[in-house]
């Protein structure tokens, strides 16, 4: 007996139940969410070799009727073909071919893209020159033939879409933001006294160019200096902090503590004895950038404190759940004197507000809404031909 709703979840990399890092941690909450909605998910992910039973067994499953409401992908950054530890492409025809099966039989296909840093100039100086030009003809294979195979696209935020425009503009988009988990909330919080100081909580990478903690750091040193109390806690990779730009340490005064949480509960922790969640803003992609940080933030409980111009700026402006600062030396602290407790309390309020919209389940709610919308009228498992041949 099998459930009434049914979907196909897909990405080349393992599903990772306790994700220390966003890109891991969205797809292993979404597949949670959509079983949590009462879809019986049929997963294909991990190596080639796993993905390939996988598909075999999703495709004996259509031609002998089975029904899917849809199929969500979510391939990570790399190109799908180089996805496999040695980076060969062994298996040209694995991925592409179950979105192509998938689409032509009327199963939507919904696949969320997640960034595209190798459109923005510097990356090739940054990955090297030689691996870019072999990845490039990758990246542009990837969105050739999700064209033809994709029927919704889904991106971070909409500010990316024009890095994209020529691949999905006949498609179905919607920008998709990342969710938190009602359960991994705290069950109390360390409140602040009324006269302690703010405690700044940024969790995340380190590493410039991609993540340039200096203007946070900066800022941090001379709102310091100028008697602005606060506290910064930063939460990184320990490895990654061994090996942190050696312009960082003249900023790191009595203010800013430095910690590397080994779990998931740890990070939680870290959450509840903290009062505001820093984005990054100082990062290559910050114009589209909607990190899993943000919604977890809403989860907890935490007003965000983000970067002008960046994408969870303009969030954080438009619901009113944060502050924005600028990348001066003297724009924190100019901020920081403004945050009295009246200000900290309504702005808390409004994230309490908005909390019930951030829900990974509600999240996982959108992509059915989606692939519900994209559905062709045609009976689910016949066979689907587009103009031009099938893909």
Same mark, same amino acid.
Not at 102 to 123: E, K, N, T
Not at 212 to 229: I, K
């Given at each position: ?221 001379? +709102?310091?200096?100028?008697? $602005?109390?606060? =506290?910064?806690?930063?939460?990184? #990779?320990? *490895? !990654? ?107 808390? +309020?409004?994230?309490?507000? $908005?909390?019930? =919209?951030?829900?990974?389940?509600? #999240?996982? *709610? !959108? ?25």
């Amino acid at each position: 007996m099998t459930s009434e709703r049914r979907c196909i979840f897909y990405r080349t990399r393992a599903t990772v139940d306790d994700a220390m890092s966003g890109s891991d941690l969205r797809p292993a909450k979404l597949l949670q969410a959509f079983r949590q909605l009462g879809y019986d998910v049929d997963v294909v992910a991990g190596p080639a070799a796993a993905r390939k039973q996988s598909i075999a067994n999703v495709k004996r499953q259509i031609l002998a009727g089975a029904r899917y409401d849809f199929l969500y992908a979510e391939p990570p950054t790399t190109p799908t073909l180089l996805n496999e530890p040695h980076h060969f492409p062994t298996h040209p025809l694995l991925d592409y071919g179950l979105l192509g099966f998938c689409h032509s039989r009327a199963i939507p296909v919904v696949l969320f893209y997640s960034d595209v840093q190798w459109r923005l100039p510097g990356y090739a100086s940054r990955v090297g020159w030689p691996k870019y030009l072999l990845m490039l003809p990758f990246f542009h294979l990837d969105l050739l033939v999700y064209r033809r195979v994709v029927d919704a696209f889904l991106v971070p935020d909409r500010g990316m879409l024009p890095q994209i425009a020529g691949w999905v503009s006949e498609r179905p988009n919607r920008a998709s933001m990342p969710g938190y988990d009602p359960a991994e909330t705290p069950a109390r919080r360390e409140q602040r006294g009324k006269s302690d100081p703010l405690r700044l909580f940024y969790v995340g990478g380190i590493s410039p160019p991609v993540y340039d903690l200096t203007p946070l750091l900066q800022g941090s040193a001379y +709102a310091s200096s100028r008697g $602005v109390r606060h =506290e910064l806690t930063i939460c990184c #990779r320990q *490895a !990654e902090w061994q090996h942190r730009p050696a312009a960082y340490d003249r900023y790191l005064g009595a203010e800013v503590k430095v910690v590397h949480n080994r779990n998931r509960q740890e990070l939680i922790d870290l959450y509840a004895r903290h009062d505001v969640s820093v984005m990054p803003y100082g990062t290559l992609n910050s114009d589209w950038a909607m990190p899993v940080k943000f919604s977890e933030a809403i989860g907890m409980g935490l007003p965000v404190l983000a970067g002008s111009g960046t994408a969870t700026a303009r969030v954080a402006a438009e619901q009113g759940i944060g502050w924005t600062v600028g990348s001066s030396e003297d724009d924190l602290s100019a901020l920081l004197r403004t945050i009295d407790d009246a200000e900290y309390e309504r702005v808390r +309020a409004a994230v309490k507000r $908005v909390q019930p =919209e951030y829900s990974w389940i509600g #999240r996982a *709610a !959108e992509v059915v809404a989606i692939a519900d919308e994209v559905r062709s009228p045609k009976a689910i498992g016949s066979p689907r031909r587009r103009a031009g041949g099938s893909p």
